[in-house]
Each structure stands twice: as structure tokens, then as C-alpha cells.
């Protein structure tokens, strides 16, 4: 079962799964003709029950969130209501039936941490050093501590995963998403974007992750969390990925703002996918430029640009 698997992550891993000949079943709160989809509100636990009551499941990709920074400030009550009582639902549900679970967290746990964004950052370090600087960095690091005390209380079987600056198709747009979608609707659209300076991130070309987090049913290591995204050397300022966007549209800059750094936001992202590499053979091959260059291809596909 894939959760959350007709947003952006769930629809390119449900695909990826099902060409590996997995069966697979995904929900959401969409109402859709998929093929093997249900209509499904993790927060709901009797909707959820419903779901398991119906099927029986070796493992479960639990993606279903409310995602994003700011999302989490102004839609609060949705945040936690999803990424924190959602999960524990999930939680309780693997207690009793015991299938294993692939957890998405998110690199937002690493918080302000000025140091290589390794995974043991988070069990090593004190919580000052690793300040979650908005609800849904926190959102998403109670989920860490609540699989890892089922782990030891009731021996369920967690692996967690954290997605770094996810991008590619069938990410629609909207003001709460990455930067990459956004500076790519605002180009096509002939909108005004702002760009923050002295910003450096590493983006993941979709297809590329959802690779690596199929590749986990094969090599599933209960207890375990990788971080998963792009190669060391794509690391770039956020102004690059923005020129990077124009180029594909077709922009020059007079549509961007160039601002100093934004406030609450780590300015820099270092991050260690080391132990993603050896255990899951995360191996990125969409560069930033190609990736770019797609997402705006199927962006201008969707909006009928």
C-alpha cells in the first residue's frame, strides 16, 4: 500500500513499483478513477481500519502528509491532524498486524544544523543543534520518535526515509510547494518570483527517488533511515536553479526579485546520501539541467501551455 498515492512522490513510486510487478494498492483523499486506488483520510482511523479490513499488506509506504513550511503554519490543524495523529493510526494498525513500513520523514528534521546533514545528526547531536524551525519540520520528526518507540515497545519493522528537494513530473503547482515548481509556474505564466540569495540546496529528479525508495522492499533493514537525493556535485545556490528554470522556459530575469537571505531558513544544506548509495543503490542520473528541463515539458502539458 502506498499513502498518499496520488500526490506527486506516491504517483511516480506507485508507478515504479507496479513496473517491478509489485501489487499494489494506494489511497488518498482524491476522488479519482485510478486503477486500485481507494478514497481514504489517514487521519481518520476507522476510514484506515476499513482499508486493512479489505486487504492484507507486506509493506506500507506511509507518504500521506501535509506538506511544507508555511502549509504548516497557516493550515496547523491539518498539519498535526495528518503527519502526527495520521501516523500514530498507522502505528497502531502495524502493531496489531505487523506488516512493515517505509516512513517518509523529510531532510526539514535537520532544522538549522550547520554541519553534513548525516543521519545520525539527529540522535547525536543536542536538540539546539538541530532546531526544527517550523510545525511541519517538528510534525515530521515526532513521526521519526513514534516509529522508533513502537520499534522497541511493540517490535514493528520501520524504515525511515528523508526526501531532500523532491522535483519532477506531476507536481502541481500551488504557493506552498518547493521552489523548483514554483519558479517554473510563475515562468510559464509571466509571473513575478522572489529569489533569496546565499541559499544553497540539492534537488532529486522524481523518478530517480522513487528508484531508490522501491529498491528498499529488497534490501529492508528494520531501524534504519536514509537520506535520499541528488549527486554531492549538484549542489547549487538557489539563483542557479533559477536561471536553470528561465533557460528552459525561455525567461530572461526581469520577472525575478533578488532578495537577501530569507528569514527562518537554513541557508545552506549539506547533505550525506552515503548510506542510501550502499544499502539501496541510490545511483541519481537526471541531472538538475535535464530534470529542469522536464518538469517545464510537462508542465506546459498540464496547464496546456
Known sequence: MVTGGAGFIGTNLVGELESRGHEVISLDLYHTERD?????????????ERVF???EFDYVYHLAAEYGRWNGEDYYENLWQTNVIGTKHMIRLQEK???????????????DYAGVMSENVMIKNPISDTYQMNDYAITKWAGELMCMNSATMFSTETVRVRPVNCYGPHEHYSPYKGFIPIFIYHALFNKPYTVYKGHRRIIDYVEDSARTFANIVDNFIPGEVYNVGGRKEWEKDIKEYSDL?????????????????????????????????????????????????????????????
Open 97 to 111: 498486524l505487523k506488516f512493515r513500513m517505509i516512513f517518509f520523514s523529510s531532510a526539514e528534521v535537520y532544522g
Open 36 to 48: 486500485n486506488y481507494t478514497r481514504c483520510d489517514v487521519a481518520n482511523y476507522r476510514q484506515l
Open 53 to 55: 479490513q479489505k486487504w
Open 245 to 305: 528554470v528561465l533557460e528552459a522556459v525561455g525567461r530572461d530575469d526581469f520577472l525575478v526579485t533578488y532578495k537577501e537571505a530569507e528569514p527562518f531558513t537554513t541557508k545552506v544544506k549539506t547533505m550525506d546520501f552515503s548510506k542510501a548509495i550502499k544499502d539501496l543503490k541510490h545511483d541519481p542520473k537526471v541531472s538538475p539541467e535535464d530534470g529542469i528541463r522536464k518538469t517545464v515539458e510537462w508542465m506546459r502539458w498540464y496547464y496546456r501551455i
